[in-house]
């Protein structure tokens, strides 16, 4: 049985290393950015005036906030860090777009390929290659940030969000400027562009993209070798497959064609990828509950914590309850228990199922040495014993093997004097949280 030794959890997560390495990344993503948003303006000028520009930069914003608002959403359970979100949106706005366009120019100088065949052919290889190398960049480096298909679709769709910006500036700009059509321009052409591409299909390079990151998903959840390998390349595939059905559909068969294969078979598809992100989202709720009472019958906390650790309603409910019994420094340190008891429920489920790698039980004890010095200045409200059911795992699924002989002892029956039976505790400060 492994031993649980604190002291010793710092050589497995090195806190300097851990904050060189953060910085160099926000350093990397800032300018990144700032590249990406002085191309951006760049590009929305060829409208030739500030009026087009802007209403260029407007139209490609509008829809950002909403597709990125319903990644989170899928989210919420076990959310990524937020400099690795920011890096997926700024790696399909700025590096994705980087890459494709050269590669565009080059095909298109160095062969007969008409436009029709650059946007059904060669766009929805390059464009999806691209978009996918952010997701093979983080497995490759960050590995324990993608762990399962929710977080390959988030990473995906937040890809897909960030390249179709850059690429609806563009179209924005150049229709309003004439160079796209020959026929339409200014304003007018503009507002109809976006009702096609920001009203209509939002998120149809985020939809494109999401293929991808299921596969890859897919591919690292699995025991299987030979899915591992099938379920990306797959991935890839349909999302090439897509993206060339979308574009071939408006350059070959026209309005009418586009309508068509748009309602028959992307309205379905969208609405597939939303019940399946839908199911994802309630898996890891359930997946949630069974390793919280897991870690309760091995002693690692309270199962009257359980409810207000699991449900999100009930998380809010106890900081709200935190906050007017006490004050807000036991609030904050209250949300940062709940936070910690997530990311070691579903470290601990991986390690369960196998799936950890060779730091998951460190990064298990490494949490709840964490959650051990922030629980004595948390309160919660006094338990839910009408909705907690009798003690058991909840949903084992293929793969799952309960109770194995491995983690910290469990501590002292006597439950120490903040449980949430206990009268509440007095203020204090917090304790410093580690990186």
């Known amino acids: ?117 650059m946007a059904a052919i060669v766009a929805p290889l390059t464009e999806e290659t691209a978009k996918g190398l952010f997701l093979l960049a983080i497995v490759l480096r960050r590995r324990r940030e993608l762990t399962g298909v929710t977080d390959g679709l988030v990473y995906a769709g937040l890809v897909g969000i960030g390249f179709a910006f850059t690429e609806n500036v563009g179209y924005y700009a150049n229709i309003y400027a004439g160079t796209l059509s020959d026929e339409v321009s200014g304003p007018g052409a503009a507002t ?110 309270h199962r009257d914590e359980i409810p207000w650790l699991s449900r999100f309603g009930l998380r809010r409910a106890a900081l709200r309850h935190a906050r007017r019994v006490v004050g807000k420094p036991t609030a904050k340190a209250l949300k940062r228990y709940q936070s910690l008891a997530t990311a070691m429920a579903f470290s601990h489920d991986r390690v369960l199922l196998g799936r950890a790698g060779s730091q998951g039980e460190a990064r298990v004890q490494w949490q709840l040495a964490a959650m051990a010095r922030v629980r004595p200045f948390i309160l919660l409200p006094p338990p839910l014993r009408s909705l907690l059911a009798p003690p058991r795992v909840v949903g084992p699924g293929p793969g799952w093997r309960p109770a194995p002989a491995w983690g910290p002892p469990p501590p002292p029956a006597t439950l120490p004097p903040n449980t949430p039976m206990s009268p509440p505790p007095g203020p204090g400060p917090l304790p410093p949280q580690n990186p």
């Not at 492994?2 to 300097?16: D, M």
């Not at 596969?215 to 897509?242: C, K």
């Not at 939303?274 to 069974?290: I, K, P, T």
């Open 192 to 301: 109809g562009l976006f009702i096609v591409r920001g009203l209509f299909s939002p998120f149809s390079h985020s939809l494109f993209a999401c293929a991808f990151g299921l596969g890859m998903g897919v591919a690292l959840v699995t025991h299987r070798r030979w899915l591992r390998v099938v379920a990306p390349v797959t991935g890839l595939a349909v999302a090439i497959g897509l993206h060339a059905l979308w574009n071939g559909s408006v350059v070959f068969g026209g309005p009418k064609n586009f309508l068509l294969v748009y309602a028959l078979l992307f309205v379905p598809i969208f609405l597939g990828f939303v019940g399946f992100g839908s199911w994802a989202r309630h898996h890891e709720g359930q997946v949630l509950v069974r390793a919280l009472d897991d870690a309760a019958q091995r002693g690692w906390l």
């Open 1 to 117: 049985m492994t031993t649980y030794q604190p002291g010793l959890l710092h050589a497995s997560y090195p806190a300097e290393q851990r904050r060189l390495g953060r910085i160099v990344l926000l350093v990397v993503v800032s300018l990144v950015c700032l590249a990406g948003a002085v191309g951006v303006v760049i590009l929305a000028g060829q409208t030739g005036d500030t009026r087009g520009a802007a209403l260029a930069l407007l139209f490609a914003t509008i829809p950002v906030p909403i597709v990125i608002g319903c990644f989170l959403w899928l989210d919420r359970y076990e959310p990524e860090p937020l400099r690795y979100l920011v890096a997926a949106v700024a790696w399909g706005g700025v590096i994705a777009v980087a890459m494709v366009l050269p590669v565009q120019l080059l095909i298109a100088s160095r062969t007969d390929a008409s436009d029709s065949t």
